[in-house]
């Protein structure tokens, strides 16, 4: 038996910070710059993974799509994993503005790193109630 094992509370504080820094990391990443006509730009998680961590990115479209169909809630979501990021660099993601009908919007999210294209992702959304 460790001896972090033998007293539950030894370890918790390290994995508390650990845990706090982690999630720092993600909520920062979550955040877009605005660059105008439908781009966004953003930071990367860094410091937990070899490569862009793939819910990020796909966090990362949907918040971008999200962005330009601010009276509708997300219906549906599909992505394609095209490449690795690299955790360092940041990222461009591109929304194009597929459909705007009366109760339903589409949108094509494309997310890059520098030339390459790492993630494309079909966002869906639609009028009406947010539950079930």
Do not use: K, N
């Amino acid at each position: 038996m460790s001896a972090d094992s033998a007293d539950p509370g030894r370890g918790s504080a390290a994995l508390d910070a650990a845990v706090r820094r982690s999630l720092e990391g993600l909520t920062a990443a979550l955040v877009l710059e605005d660059l105008g006509d439908d781009r966004f730009g953003t930071g990367v998680e860094e410091g937990r993974f070899t490569r862009v961590f793939g819910g990020q990115m796909v966090a990362q479209a949907l918040m971008a799509a999200a962005a330009t169909a601010p009276d509708r809630q997300p219906a549906s979501l599909h992505a394609y994993f095209v490449a690795a990021g690299r955790p360092g660099d940041d990222l461009r993601i591109d929304v194009e503005r597929v459909r705007d009908g009366r109760s339903l919007s589409v949108r094509q999210v494309t997310v890059h790193q520098g030339p390459r294209t790492l993630l494309s992702a079909l966002v869906c959304f639609a009028d009406g109630p947010t539950e079930p």
